[in-house]
């Protein structure tokens, strides 16, 4: 319970108590008057009825005094009753008051729940988008690695580094007179493709389609925490065949680099200084 509701209770429990205490004390007072008239009157009719005729004419005048004494008396006493009982209203006033105080802090507790629910919900369904996501995503890289053994790492054969073989050797027949480290690799680049004629570029378009898929998948997801393991994933040979095609081939456009760059999987990474 907040503090300072408790606060505003405890003062209006202290207001109450109080309130009772008044309310016993003038009740009191009141049944006082009322006795003490009632006494007066009952004694005076004593002495009037059991007295001799010269004592009941003076008992007689004090007994009109006494009257208008007495009915003061009952006047006074049903003053303190009507008193008594506008604070007996007070008091319930105050138990309403209290009753507020609760009925808000019940409202506020609801309300404090149904947003506890709303975000036990939330939580509940970023687990679950977040297990689709991992399903995909590992799905996605066993494809990627069945891939690999079907077609790059067949038998004792890794077309990744033969690939990577053939690029260097290349740049050392080709003629470098004239020619700029960018020509020269794409010369180096498109005599390995014509060497290796079963390395496919379409690697490639695999791992950026996994990196597309990273980068367009819900806020929730740390984008790259998964780009990492992918990255992780991938030998220092297949990081360097992603370089030649990413920057050599020409069948790569803009676009299909977008998710490359972003995942920094190159970071580091250059084409040889081949002219010096």
Known sequence: ??????????????????????????RQFAASLVIVGFTSFFVLQYLIMSGSDERKNVLNILGSISGGAVSSLFALAGLVLVYVAFLGQKQQVIYQQIEMIYNKIELELTRSEMRNQQLEMKNQNDTMKLQKFENLFFQLIANYQHCKTSFYIVMDSNRFLEFKDSYYENIGKIDHGGKNDLLVSKFAYNDALIENPAFETTFYYQVN??????????????????AEILDNSLSSAEKFCLLLVAELDGGIVSEDRTYIDRSQILKG???PQIVR
Do not use: C, H, V
């Open 1 to 26: 319970m907040n503090s300072d509701y408790q606060d505003r209770i405890d003062a209006a429990e202290e207001r109450i108590t109080a309130i009772e205490k008044r309310i016993r004390w003038y």
């Open 209 to 226: 389609s996994i990196l597309k898929f990273i980068y367009s998948s819900d806020e929730i997801i740390d984008k790259e925490l998964y």
């Open 269 to 271: 990474m250059k084409l």
